[in-house]
């Protein structure tokens, strides 16, 4: 057996030789980025790109190589795409992005429109993007909201994405597929559940309580102690404490923030009542201008996968080759079709950048539906 | 300006020299991995990996190219390590699972547990997993069944994990986390809701209607057209039947199977309400036992990322590097602990194959708290 110190050396000199015929490689490469900007060709030729990875394979010796020098041509090629995209940009042909760039927001003078009604958390995230001197007006549902929106009615809807405990909020997962409006800021809100019902209510009288179901997920450790409660859903924390004011019934109570509470005329029987301290949520600025802030650094993407085997490990193959710092990943059943999945994924990146043009080519080639949903 | 076809040459050329010092350096890893049985070293050397990649990228002309150096041999290396455990794994040398192999699930005589009552779809779930003639009883919670197993009281649990409507049910994945149970098998059934009620109930006459929220979810295009019904949260599409027999009111109405209708005595009032004709659930087998199926081909495993930029991006490559076919990604936020997140992620493989051994030892060298939910 040759001993180990003498595998290393070998193993190190091959490497040296790999560093160099890898930047002999992409100084070519370049070459090819100034010719095509001569000639007008596209970056991503993808036929050539599959005969190159059948005639490198073909090359090794065994099956464990052939698929080695695949999987290796896939990342060498992105890589040269993303450097021609970075030549092309240095040059100036600059692909033209079909959202508009902006400076700022538009805030001055913006008509605003949230879900629920007065004391809604959407409603205090709106005015601490916006200012509390904003105008704003409030709809019943979600999706009231993005129609407002699509009909110019509102310039931006504020609406929940995500809590730090429940997670996402499907619905408005959904409706950003199926509306063409976009993101175009986002903001953090903590949260803070109150139990709130008619002055005098005794935490003993109560048999049932009304919350957004995010509220009830939120207080799920809380409520297990009352198991005897019945749970009913409803559109909106602040909904909840309207509806406890409404029916002046000392049997109900709502879950709902301290400022829905108050202006709803409710005593807080208990403060506090969601499980993690830390609870938080964030809203997305919604508007039906296809725009993104020049200095934008964070893109959000949804893609359905195709059913076969392999298809998810490719298109995440994009991100990873491109270097791309994915923040979050969400899946969600597409209707009709079952277990296939529609992919939601926030990245780092402006869409100016090589990387994310390079990423952004290579997704449209191999998933379905690529949507951007903005870069804010 | 040199013409592309001269270029292009010049590329073949190079790729052909580059294939050329990849099967001579994959070679050269074999031999590594040879010694590595005779000195029962570890395959994975997180140290010197690093040291070479810090060397190899210092040999690169400019910062583009050292960071695709970097990235071109952690994929390499990647390679190198799967090929060695493959040896390791030819010569018998073969890592011990913390997973005890068996050829079967022992079904004959096992006592079953499931969440809800008599006539929930989990129990039509467990017959056809188990057969019509098995022993069974059921618990209020998905955590009581969850505890039954923990005690030993029961065999196995069957548990609902993912509907192709309304996605993930995020508590059971919750408590795979913070139980020690594990997944030995899972089944797909499909699922049609009715609308049921009292005998002689007119749709008309309904204020309220019970279900399980994943129920109500579901059913949402339907439920929608009665906005004025309440819509309550029960913890089982069965015990919502349960209650509507038991209040015996005729403005009452549960979203339930047709088999929990019957049971229960109920009327069907409207058939298949659910928004989705394909809509199906799965459901998992859970056993308090550290067991896998040898035949098994797919595996699920949970962990947390650190709160680092990129760190998502790391542990997805080991999934791409070994060619591991990821067929669903889910993330679920970590209770105390604001936007950072546990994923779930499932795959195809078997716990005794060199890629997979290869993905699993690198992602919990890189991320926080692995966990192997089971193989089946």
Redesign the interface.
Known sequence: ????SE??E??DE??????R??????E??A??G??KI??GKKVYDKEREMQ?LAT?SQ???NE??Q???T???E??MA?SRK?QY?ILTEHGVIGKTAFIGIDSLDKKGARLVFQGVEGAYSQAALHSYFGEECDSFHVQTFRDAMETLEDGLADYAVLPIE?????AV?QVYDLLVEFENHIVGEIVLPIRHMLAGLPGTKIEEIECVYSH?QG?MQSARFLDEHRNW????VANTAIAAQKVLKEQKKTQAAVCSEYAAKIHHLEILKEGIN??S?N?TRFIIVSNQKVYLKQAGKISICFEIPHE??S??HI??H???N???????????I?????E?R?FVDF?GNLNDAAVKNAIRGIREEARNLKILGNY
């Open positions: 057996m040759i001993p180990l595998i290393r070998q193993l091959i490497d040296s030789q790999i560093v015929l890898y930047e002999k490689r992409m070519l490469c070459e090819v100034l010719t001569a000639s190159k490198l090359m090794a010796s464990f190589n698929r080695g020098i999987e290796l041509y990342q060498l890589m450097l970075q809590n730090s405990s429940a997670g499907s179901p009830l019945q749970q009913i859903s499980d993690n830390n938080s085997s392999g998810l490990y995440l193959s991100f990873i080759y270097n791309l710092n994915m923040t979050k990943i969400e899946s969600r059943p209707e009709g079709r079952t277990w999945y992919f780092e």
